[in-house]
């Protein structure tokens, strides 16, 4: 063997010791001087790759921010208040999710009256009429709201107070109120909600709600708790999330104002064949203004027609005497005819599935 070949064969054998005792030296190194990043491997044969960086907090656009602050300003909000509720203020991005995904809309008639009408619903409804029977009478003799009404609202709303909201509330609101799908009604709701605020009603640190902003026990909206909110239990303090006095009165009060009529029903359900429901397409229009859920309603039509058309009660029976107007609301398989004091409970929340689940809850509910 020459010198030339001696040497080569000993080169190969130090390439062919640095391919296996690399993984060990660098392995080692790491431990003992760690790298100012971190490696992931896939697999054995997969290169490393550097972990993508942390994405930046979120933040709302300054001119929006500096234009609302100047607003609240000139509504005659203190700047006090302003500073307090508006700096560092960041947006919590779930809420504009939550508002693309409300159960009323998403769930049909009958799902959301399975879910929300339930024999255990139904059960903590009729406890609750029983422990704040006292208390209800109260306020049905103020206002004119029957308390299994107001019993079955509180819990649709709140799980009869245990839940009332855990994300702040101006926070959700801003959010929202940047969001262009709904930002004048949001933008309102968020003063509103610094009025409440400026005033002293609530500390911001309390000031908590639902992801839509929604407060308290009823879950009333920073303008409904402005107009509604009343102190049933006279201590100089209105209080929504913790006076059950001021819960159901400052709900009857809003019911009362939406205009519900003393000794009225809500409606009822009632069975319609293929061959009446196909009469009432062509002879009953729908509503063509108000809400969404309004404008999936019929007009109005006395019982007397819509006994014609055949629409009968569940048990088949014939629809009641009575010289009243109603007017349909669909399901998959369940139908409703629902009568003017109706409208008050879709002003407090206008969605069919709730207000009807509302009304069959109530109808769930002993009155004594």
Partial sequence: MTRAEGRGQR????NALALVLFP????L??????????LVFASRQDPPQLLPPTPPAPAFEEKWLADLRQEALSRGIS????????TNLVPEPIVVTRDREQPESTQSLDSYLTRHVSPRTVARANDAARTYRALLDRVEGRYGIPGPLMVAIWGLESNFGEFTGVRPTIAALATLASDPRRSTLFRNELFAALTILDRGIVSIENLKGSWAGAMGQPQFMPSSFLRHAID??????????????????????????????????????VKISRTAMAA??????????GCRARREMTVARPLAEWKKLGVRLPSGGPLPAAKIEASLVRG?????LVYQNYDALLDYNCSNSYAVSVGLLSDKIAVK
């Avoid at 190194?29 to 971190?38: E, G, Q, R, V, Y």
């Avoid at 001021?246 to 939406?258: E, F, I, K, P």
């Fill in 280 to 289: 009432i397409d062509k002879h009953v229009p729908m509503r063509t203004s």
């Fill in 79 to 86: 700047q006090a208040t302003v500073e307090l509720a508006l």
């Fill in 232 to 269: 049933f239990d006279g201590d100089g303090h209105i209080d929504i999330w913790s006076s059950q006095p001021d819960v159901l009165g400052s709900m009857a009060n809003y019911l009362s104002a939406a205009g519900w009529t003393k000794g009225g029903r809500w409606g009822r359900e």
């Fill in 29 to 38: 190194a790491s431990a003992l001087c760690p790298l100012p990043f971190t």
């Fill in 24 to 27: 060990f030296s660098f392995f």
């Fill in 332 to 336: 998959a398989r369940r139908n409703f």
């Fill in 11 to 14: 080169a190969q054998v130090r």
